[in-house]
């Protein structure tokens, strides 16, 4: 970790709230190069016309006009089911913040579209926990192979074996 530290430089993490927006955001860039889909989160905005998002506003928007956005069809399925949930109450944004990492995860996997890779998001960005190890994200993966010479891309178990020693900053190290 040293050397990766040295060619980085300092911890500079950015936050984002955690909300509702928050959460959306995270689902609009899965699977997307970040230019792209600041594009598209932006015009989702426009369109929307309130930001920050909120589930009134989204479900606002006919489905039909959300895929002219640039979100496909199961993106504007997601959002709209994350939409539909938090205006019921169903996910409490309030009740994260006061929950347990495993149970925000169990929260918030509820909704069809958000997996534990965007919790693991989450929870890091938006809820500042700072013992997440994301195993599931690509670059991790990738940096942890090149880091630590593998031969093979780590499964979740050997990627906890290796990040043992960041504890209790596996985010801060994922990072």
């Not at 959460?23 to 016309?49: C, D, M, P």
């Not at 489905?63 to 938090?86: D, V, W």
């Not at 996910?91 to 169990?106: G, L, M, R, T, W």
């Amino acid at each position: 970790m040293s050397s990766i530290i040295e060619r980085v430089g300092p911890y500079k993490i950015e936050y984002r709230e955690p909300t509702f927006q928050t959460l959306v955001r995270s689902i609009v860039y899965q699977q997307l190069n970040g230019k792209a889909a600041l594009t598209i989160f932006n015009r989702l905005k426009e369109a929307a016309k309130d930001d920050p998002l909120t589930p009134e506003s989204i479900l606002r928007l006919r489905p039909a006009r959300m895929r002219t956005l640039g979100l496909s069809q199961q993106k504007t399925t997601y959002i709209r089911e994350l939409a539909r949930l938090a205006r019921r109450g169903e996910i409490d944004f309030e009740h994260c913040a006061a929950s347990e990492d495993a149970a925000v995860i169990e929260h918030l996997t509820r909704v069809k579209g958000i997996g534990v890779w965007t919790v693991h998001m989450f929870l890091i960005f938006a809820l500042r926990r700072p013992d997440v190890l994301p195993t599931g994200d690509y670059g991790i993966r990738a940096a942890m192979k090149k880091a630590y010479g593998l031969a093979e891309m780590p499964k979740p178990e050997e990627m906890a074996r290796i990040a043992a020693a960041w504890r209790p900053y596996a985010s801060v190290a994922s990072w």
